[in-house]
């Protein structure tokens, strides 16, 4: 007997909702550092944007191409952001509207992520397991074993759920979509620009000899004009070349030369 389906006007069965949760464990398996986590989130999603798009050539492009731009949040919630997104697929929702929540909500949801496993359940059954492994007990490695394995498996209900939650929010998207979308792409940006802040570190080492005394470029001149302009524009720099479709792996090279350079001759 054929799988139910997810709900009456779902394309997709329960089963498959099911293996999307499970795909959605191999993200990383397919890491790049210039689009970190998108192709392996496009890999997971493959299957069901190919039965969505199966008699739209130009959709299923116009799909793989937006989720292969650098994508990066917390793995272990991948199958809610996954089943929300492939309900807005589904029911065809334009795409600024799919990318602006896509893109506002991998920020929150990489802190929310990131606090629950990574910083908190895992270090505390690490420590729990590793005390109780270092008398030679065997269950320590066992247990630690068991709780990923638990980990693991939970990604189905996720997956359902987003799915669930995007089935049940699908009317009111449809009637606030500029609103969502135009909201969506300001909470984006504003992520984007503490990340920035937040990571992106340049300094200058530069020293004006004025007489007997010295004054330093970076703590008397820049960071009393406008903190963190170098950074800011660094990476506006870095993106108007990528708007000129210079190839982000020679960007990276760039910044390693410019970095270690500038490092070199002492002036970073």
Not at 4 to 25: A, C, Q
Not at 63 to 86: A, H, Q, R
Not at 168 to 174: E, P
């Amino acid at each position: 007997m054929a799988s139910k389906k997810e709900n009456k006007n779902s394309v997709f069965t329960k089963h498959e909702i099911s293996m999307l949760g499970l795909r959605s464990n191999l993200v990383q398996s397919a890491f790049s550092y210039e689009r970190m986590h998108a192709p392996g989130w496009s890999w997971a999603q493959l299957p069901y944007w190919q039965k969505i798009y199966k008699d739209d050539p130009k959709g299923l492009k116009a799909v793989m191409t937006d989720n292969m731009e650098f994508i990066n949040s917390s793995p272990p919630l991948y199958p809610i952001l996954m089943g929300l997104l492939l309900t807005m697929e589904e029911k065809h929702i334009d795409r600024p509207t799919i990318n602006g929540l896509k893109n506002a909500l991998f920020g929150p949801m990489a802190g929310i992520g990131d606090a629950i496993f990574w910083f908190t359940i895992l270090p505390i059954v690490g420590g729990i397991c590793a005390s109780i492994a270092k008398d030679g007990n065997v269950l320590g490695p066992i247990l630690f074993f068991l709780i990923y394995l638990f980990i693991f498996w939970t990604r189905i209900p996720l997956a359902h759920l987003g799915y669930k939650l995007g089935t049940k929010a699908i009317d009111v998207i449809q009637q606030n979509s500029k609103v969502i979308s135009h909201v969506a792409s300001i909470l984006g940006l504003t992520v984007i620009g503490a990340l920035i802040a937040s990571y992106v570190k340049m300094s200058l080492t530069i020293n004006i000899h004025a007489g007997s005394s010295v004054i330093s470029l970076q703590k008397k001149l820049l960071d009393k004009i406008f903190p963190n302009i170098l950074p800011f524009a660094f990476v506006f720099l870095l993106y108007w070349l990528l708007k000129k479709n210079v190839n982000p792996i020679w960007l990276i090279v760039i910044t390693f030369l410019l970095a270690i350079g500038m490092a070199a001759i002492g002036w970073m």
